[in-house]
């Protein structure tokens, strides 16, 4: 190897001699110097393993200081606080408690507490030490109180009595924050009302002069004048609140004020003018002392401090009366030239205090499902549980019993009474004997629409619809009327207008054709009806005699027999009550006893 050219990779180490040592690089990238630790390991534990004593020496300790014992080192340094405890006075019309202040003194010396009441002239009280110097038990489990356990702001209970701390001297409060403890703030020593009450009957009284306000005076010039401020109450804060016009009237002669209520016609509200009626009213009326009894007393001159007054209400601003916040948005011409007369005001800015009212979402009906009548469809999207339909209640007052009843002649004949009170259809099929039908109701009463009408914009039948030789379609049955009886012409004749002439003239020339056989029919057919009920149960009959004989005279009239035939949804035509009534009886007044009510309808 030693005859290799030195060129990069013909020099090679021996192995056989010695060992490799890693040599760290002094220079980096850009040829900079690279800082590292100079020393090797054994100088590095040289330098750990250094102990001063072994070049200087043992170091020389200090001698011990003398031994102080505690009694001594504590002797005569106390902590005093400043406190307070409240004793409730019975039985004395002029007190109800007392504060009587102490000191506390904490001994250092052997952690015991004395409580020292310092004295007070003429109190009435034995004072002076209340405890006497001991350990007081702060607890059941031994445990005693301790100067750790003291500060300002906080209450101590010793032997069963609540002391309150307020306030402590400078040399405990150093010793407490040398100690590391934070000292809270002093508190000040309340007052006691008694003790004050006697001070103020001790000192020297003073008299004020009576003032020179002449109430008479103020008769003369102010009656009659009265300050009127324009104001809201603002309860839109709460449930249902709403924003409420008044009036304040406040009277000069004797500073009293009223509060009335500006109603508006339908406004859902009782007719009650005044709110508050007049008085002079407080300012604050709970600012009184906590020992009146507001329970059974009331408030006089005495406990109120201050009343409103005129420079109490100002126009933008708020004024309270009782609890309620009232706006005072306006005033008067008279109140605007007091104010500037006596105040020297000129601008009143009068506020807005008009409600706008949100815009409501209109509701959309949903279009005809052909499920029941139009009217019950309709308030199922009216209202979540679903009410009947509403009747023209001045309607059925106004043509209430005018209905339009009379049978048919040809073929199987049915009776329709129309409704003038609530526009509603019944038919009723009188029955035949040997028939084969079964007569009775034919149709409930409801309204009935006309065929080929659009569902949604339905039209019924209205009494201009009813005319000799007329065809009405009900629910897919065809009838055609046929006759019609005398009230029907009458209520025509009295509203022309409302229907065509020649409708009225052809059921004038119908009802003039009218055999008086008819008429006896239709007495049968209701006698028989009555007679199946006596046949079925005989009782029955002196129950529904006694029922419209209600003041018991023994008599019922033509009026109660009426009642009884639309009871049982027969016809109440008055011809036909009258024939009836001809039948029972022969009183020329038309009163029917029970023993004729029983022949006529027990008799074939």
Known sequence: MEGLPFLPGNSFNDPTNGYAVPILPERGIGGEPIHYNQLSDQELDELA???PTLTYGQA???????????????????LRFNGYFKQTVHESPDEYFRVRPVDIYYYLEDDSISVVEPHVENSGMPQGKLIKRQRLPKNDQGDNWHWK?????????FYGKVFRLVNCDKFTRDYLESEGMIVNDPEGMPTDPYIERRKDAAALRTYKTASAFDKLKQFMELDR?????????????????????????????????????VHKPNDGRDPFPVLIGRHK????????????????????????????????????EHVSIYGRRFLVYDCDNFTKAFFYHNFGMTEF?????????????????????????????????????????????????????????????????????????????MIYEPPVRNSGIIGGKFLERTRVAKPNCPPDQPLFYGPQDFYIGAVIEVFRHRFVITNADAYVLNYMEE????????????????????????????VRQVRAQLKKIAITDKMRVDEMFLRYDKDRTGFIDANNMRNLCRSL???????????????????????ISLEDFRKFVECS
């Open 569 to 591: 949804q027969l016809p109440v035509d008055d011809d036909v009550i009258n024939a009836l009534i001809s039948q029972c009886t022969s009183d020329p007044e038309g009163r």
């Open 149 to 157: 356990d003291l500060n300002n702001g906080i209450n101590v209970t």
């Open 349 to 425: 800015p009068s506020v807005d205090v008009e409600q706008r009212l949100r815009d409501l979402p209109k509701m959309e009906i949903p279009p005809y499902n052909n499920f029941g009548s139009m009217e019950d469809s309709l308030q199922s999207c009216l209202s979540l549980i679903p009410q009947p339909p509403k009747k023209d209640f001045i309607k059925m007052l106004e043509n209430d019993h005018k209905d339009s009843v009379r049978p048919e002649d040809n073929g199987r004949r049915f009776i329709i009474s129309y409704r003038l009170a609530d526009d509603m259809m």
């Open 60 to 78: 020389k300790q200090a001698p011990p200081e003398d031994f102080v014992p505690g009694h001594v080192a504590w002797d005569k340094k106390v």
């Open 49 to 51: 393993n250094f102990n």
């Open 225 to 261: 004048k009265v300050l009127r401020f324009y104001c809201v109450w603002d309860d839109t804060g709460n449930m249902f609140g709403e924003k409420r016009p008044f009036v304040i009237h406040y009277y000069l002669v004797d500073d009293t004020l009223e509060v009335r209520e």
């Open 495 to 522: 509203h022309r207008d409302q229907f065509p002439d020649n409708t009225i003239q052809t059921l004038r020339a119908k009802l003039s054709e009218t055999h008086d056989g008819d008429l006896d029919i239709l």
């Open 281 to 316: 009213v407080p300012k604050d009326r709970y600012n009184v002392e906590s020992s009146f009894p507001q329970v059974v007393m009331e408030l006089s001159d005495h406990e109120i401090k201050e009343y409103l007054t005129p420079k109490d209400f100002k126009v933008g």
